[in-house]
């Protein structure tokens, strides 16, 4: 088969589509002929050494895809040869063909594309994680959402939106701004042209929920915005993983302050959340009240300009790379 392969050469670790051996199922797995990955900021990441694939996981690029079951084995139940699934993967979705454990896949929604359900499964699990199990967000509650019109933004504020809560955002766009409005946000400031923790304070009373992508710069004016009993959770450090916090502030307003990946994590718990993402958004999905954002979609073969729009922090939601069409 054809994967895209990472030429192990700084500083620009160039991508090519190459041959390279097929993977094989173990019992309970699937073959998956891939007709659909998307971009995440962790591909970046591993292409230039900085974000290791967990023990175990390929070393090909691609934390998740779309397609269509080509081989079963013998201990896989209620799947056939022939259906077509989406699936959160450790790595692997940049190629032809994907090994997938049988508890990760999912049906492609009904009335969605190949290419919608590719861009669905990291962002979603994601969002869906960190708000619901990590930060428990509840209906009425307000989560101010970092970064929101990324990938991981886009599907936060649909899921916090639909869950009944009270959206901010914050983004370094005119264009991104508009997009998070779109979604649902209800306030929306571009942080570039003006101080998020002062706009947010002068027209919200406090916030319960942060979710947070960009880290140092941003800790102090997060932990001020945070009402008593409010929650912090870290998603990754865009801007920097260093920070100093004043103590006893954490303790007035009995904080909790979290960080949280979803990729190192057992299968196990990758399947309970897959199972309780189906049960609580599915119904949402098939509705089409909440969606994926696709940027653009582009061929395989153009991996390395895909990542290049993300690096140069160009894009709205996800961008699809397309593998195979049906
Ligand atoms: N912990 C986990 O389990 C987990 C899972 C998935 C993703 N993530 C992380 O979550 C982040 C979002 O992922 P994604 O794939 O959705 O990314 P993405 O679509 O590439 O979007 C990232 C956005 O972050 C903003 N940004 C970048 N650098 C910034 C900075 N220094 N300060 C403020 N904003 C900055 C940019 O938007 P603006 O133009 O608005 O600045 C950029 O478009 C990534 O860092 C990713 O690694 C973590």
New binding site residues.
């Given amino acids: 088969m054809k994967a895209i392969i990472v030429e192990p050469t700084p500083p620009d670790y160039p991508l090519r589509w190459a041959e390279v051996a097929a993977p094989t199922p173990q019992d309970g797995e699937v073959l998956v002929d891939v007709y659909a990955t998307a971009?995440?900021?962790?591909d970046?990441?591993q292409r230039t050494g900085h974000?290791p694939p967990p023990p175990g996981a390929p070393e090909i690029l691609g934390?998740e895809l779309s397609g269509v079951i080509s081989q079963l084995t013998p201990g896989v139940r209620g799947w056939q040869v022939g259906d077509r699934v989406c699936a959160l993967l450790s790595g692997g979705g940049y190629a032809e063909q994907a090994v997938v454990p049988q508890g990760l896949l999912m049906p492609i929604p009904k009335g969605w594309s190949l290419v919608q359900a590719a861009a669905m499964p990291?962002?979603f699990?994601?969002a869906f994680?960190?708000l619901f199990s990590e930060a428990r967000l509840e209906p009425g509650e307000t989560v101010l959402i970092?970064?929101?019109?990324?990938?991981?933004?886009?599907?936060a504020i649909q899921l916090a939106r639909q869950a009944g809560c009270r959206v901010l955002a914050?983004?370094?766009?005119a264009a991104?701004v508009a997009a998070c409005y779109r979604l649902g946000a209800e306030l929306v400031v571009n942080?570039?042209e003006a101080d998020f923790g002062e706009v947010i304070a002068e027209q919200v009373s406090g916030v319960d929920v942060v979710l947070d992508?960009?880290?140092s710069?941003?800790l102090a004016r997060n932990i001020k915005l945070l009402n008593t009993g409010g929650r912090l959770i870290?998603?990754?450090?865009?801007?920097?993983s260093r920070a100093e916090i004043d103590i006893r502030e954490l303790m007035r307003k009995r904080l909790l302050l979290k960080?949280?990946?979803?990729?190192a994590r057992p299968l196990a718990e990758k399947i309970a959340l897959k199972e309780a993402f189906m049960a609580r958004c599915w119904p949402a999905i098939e509705s089409g009240e909440v969606a994926p954002v696709i940027d653009r979609v582009r061929p395989i073969t153009e991996a390395e300009a895909a990542h290049a729009l993300?690096q140069r922090?160009?894009?709205?939601?996800?961008?699809v790379l397309e593998i195979k069409t049906l």
């Fill in positions: 971009v995440n900021r962790a970046l990441a974000y934390l990291e962002v699990f994601t994680l960190n970092h970064g929101g019109a990324s990938g991981v933004g886009t599907a914050t983004a370094g766009s991104k942080y570039r992508m960009v880290g710069g941003y870290f998603i990754a450090t865009l801007g920097g960080g949280s990946t979803l990729r993300l922090n160009e894009t709205i939601g996800k961008v």
